[in-house]
């Protein structure tokens, strides 16, 4: 069983990534599906998650409106489509799966099974 995070890099103020998550191992329609960062410096932070079906997303106040959140389960992928990129956003991105078990609070570590090795955003002119 294995998460694997990857899209990140270096891009400017402004810019735009995708991150991907790629499960293996397993599949993912089982699970919700969530982001996290951590900033050099700080604690780890949920920016993201979706349901197992897809049909709802959450999102940090701080990222509302510039990422978007996706999932195909077809392919066993889970996306994080993070534009208008500023330097706070630079950190090391997670995604994690939480099995799905009844009420679920997205934005708590604990709730998350699995966990994939992050992926490094850097903004930076």
């Known amino acids: 069983v294995q998460l694997q995070a990857s899209g990140g890099g270096l891009v400017q103020p402004g810019g735009s990534l995708r991150l991907s998550c790629a499960a293996s191992?397993?599949?993912?329609?089982?699970?919700?599906i969530g982001w996290f960062r951590q900033a050099p410096g700080k604690e780890r932070e949920a920016v993201s998650s979706i349901s197992s079906s897809g049909g709802n997303t959450y999102y940090a106040d701080s990222v509302k409106g510039r990422f978007t959140i996706s999932r195909d389960n077809a392919k066993n992928m889970v996306y994080l489509h993070a534009s208008d990129l500023n330097p706070e956003d630079t950190a090391v991105y997670y995604c994690?799966?939480?099995?799905?078990?009844?009420?679920?609070?997205?934005?708590?570590?604990?709730?998350?099974?699995?966990w994939g090795q992050g992926t490094l955003v850097t903004v930076s002119s």
């Open positions: 191992g397993f599949t993912l329609d089982g699970y919700h």
């Open positions: 994690a799966a939480a099995q799905v078990r009844g009420p679920w609070l997205w934005g708590m570590e604990q709730e998350y099974d699995y």
